[in-house]
C-alpha cells in the first residue's frame, strides 16, 4: 500500500491543499494522483482548459483572475479557499438563469460554503469551496436540470479534435495551475499572475494580455501577448512531489518558446512579448 501520509505531504508543499483534501487525492497506484482519474474527469479537465485558452464567445479565462487552489481528486475537480467563490462560480458556470459559459455544465444544489457542478456529457464533476454563500445560490434549483442545447453541442463539437493525449496534457496543466513553491521562487498564479525568481515577469495584472489556444489532433500552441516566461509554467510539470510521468520539456529560445511532449501528443507554448532581464 502506498505511504498515503507522505505522499500527501509531498504534493501538500506545492499545491496549497488542506491535509484531507491532498490525502483524497493519492492514487491507490502509489502515486500522487494529479493525473490519476475517471475518464470523465479528465475530459471534464481538458475541457476547461480548453475554453479557458480558446478565444471566442464560449471562453471562460474569466476563472483565471480568481485566486483559488487546485485540488484535483480521483472523482472531482475542487477549486479551493476562492477570495470570490461567488464570481469563480459565475466565470464558467451558468450566468442567471441561461445556460453555463462552459457547454454542458449544471449547476447542483451543495452546501452553504461551495457550489457543485456537473458536465451532463462526461458525468465530471467541479466544486468550488469559498469563504461563505452568495447570491449564486438562487439560481441552483433553476439550472440543475435541462439537456444540452444546439449551441451547447456546437461548441463541444469544435472541441472534439482533441487527442488523448492532449487531454492528459492539458488537464495536468490545470491541475497544477496553482502550484507553487514554499520558499517564494515560483508560482504558476492561474498563468495570469506567475511569478518567478529566474524568469522575472512583468508585475501586476496581465489579464489584457490574452492567450490563444489552436491546434487539432495531437498537436497544439498557446501563445499569449503578456511577458510571462514559458519555463515558468513547466516547473510543477518536473517537480519531484507533483511531476507528470513521462512528460519531456525542451526550451527552443529561452524566455520565449518551450514545447511539452506527452505520449504522442505535444504542445509549444510562446509567448509573444520579450521578458525583460531585470525589472526596473
Not at 510543477?236 to 527552443?252: H, K, N, R
Request: contains cysteine.
Amino acid at each position: 500500500m502506498p505511504d498515503r501520509g507522505r505522499l500527501a505531504r509531498g504534493r501538500r508543499r506545492y499545491t496549497g491543499e488542506t491535509p484531507q483534501m491532498a490525502r483524497r487525492g493519492i492514487s491507490r497506484d502509489g502515486t500522487h494522483g494529479l493525473d490519476t482519474c475517471t475518464p470523465g474527469q479528465l475530459d471534464l479537465r481538458s475541457l476547461l482548459f480548453y475554453f479557458a485558452f480558446t478565444p471566442g464567445p464560449r471562453n471562460i479565462s474569466r476563472m483565471l483572475c480568481y485566486d483559488w487552489d487546485a485540488s484535483a481528486q480521483y472523482d472531482i475537480f475542487v477549486m479551493a479557499n476562492a477570495d470570490a467563490a461567488d464570481n469563480l462560480a459565475c466565470s464558467f458556470g451558468p450566468q442567471g438563469t441561461g445556460r453555463p459559459q462552459l457547454p454542458g455544465l449544471r449547476i447542483l444544489p451543495s452546501g452553504p460554503k461551495g457550489y457543485e457542478f456537473v458536465h451532463l456529457p462526461t458525468g465530471g464533476r467541479i466544486t468550488v469551496t469559498g469563504t461563505g454563500p452568495g447570491w449564486y445560490r438562487k439560481i441552483a434549483d433553476e439550472t440543475a436540470r435541462g439537456s444540452l442545447d444546439a449551441e451547447e453541442i456546437a461548441a463541444l463539437r469544435e472541441a472534439s479534435s482533441m487527442s488523448h493525449d492532449i487531454k492528459r496534457l492539458f488537464a495536468a496543466l490545470l491541475a497544477r495551475s496553482s502550484c507553487r513553491s514554499r520558499d517564494g521562487r515560483w508560482n504558476i498564479g492561474q498563468f495570469l499572475f506567475a511569478d518567478d525568481e529566474d524568469f522575472p515577469d512583468l508585475p501586476g495584472n496581465r489579464w489584457r494580455g490574452g492567450f490563444d489556444l489552436h491546434g487539432a489532433g495531437d498537436s497544439w500552441e498557446l501563445t499569449w501577448g503578456h511577458a510571462l516566461a514559458p519555463e515558468t509554467l513547466l516547473r510543477p510539470l518536473l517537480t519531484p512531489g507533483i511531476d507528470l510521468a513521462d512528460v519531456i520539456v525542451s526550451t527552443e529560445q529561452p524566455r520565449i518558446a518551450s514545447t511539452i511532449r506527452l505520449g504522442s501528443a505535444e504542445l509549444r507554448l510562446r509567448a509573444a512579448a520579450t521578458i525583460p532581464a531585470e525589472i526596473p
